[in-house]
């Protein structure tokens, strides 16, 4: 008997740790800012010589400013990353250029800073 109640308090303790990661996971997931850093990390992390990098990622005209290193500027919507610079697209030569109005300017920088 007493082996049972140690098993279930185990199992409720397993129960309520795996709840409390799916919550906060689930907060993540809906993130436009995680979003675009799980489209745009592979490229920006191959550019770093240390394995060490930072960038800056916030709204901007219905998707998301993502500035890397070496000021590669891309820009993320449902999903898809685009480049916006020509920093960008030597790193990620497979992505798509961004629409025409998407451009690399003081609003696209002053909007990827905005998400800190």
């Known amino acids: ?3 049972l109640i ?3 308090c185990v199992i409720c303790v397993l129960v309520m740790l795996a709840g409390a990661v799916w919550i906060v996971l689930g907060r993540h997931m809906s993130d436009p800012v995680f979003d675009a ?3 745009v990390l592979p490229y920006i992390g ?3 010589q240390s394995g060490q990098f930072a960038f800056h990622a ?3 005209r219905g998707g998301t400013a993502v500035l890397g290193p070496k000021d590669m500027a891309f820009w993320v919507k449902d999903g898809s990353g685009y480049v916006v610079n020509e920093a960008a697209r ?3 030569p497979d992505l798509e250029q961004a629409p025409a109005d998407i ?3 003081d609003a696209f920088v002053e909007a990827a800073h905005a998400g800190e």
């Open 1 to 3: 008997m007493k082996k």
């Open 6 to 8: 140690i098993v279930l």
């Open 37 to 39: 850093a799980v489209v």
């Open 46 to 48: 191959s550019t770093a």
């Open 58 to 60: 916030g709204p901007y």
């Open 90 to 92: 030597q790193a990620a």
């Open 103 to 105: 451009q690399y300017d």
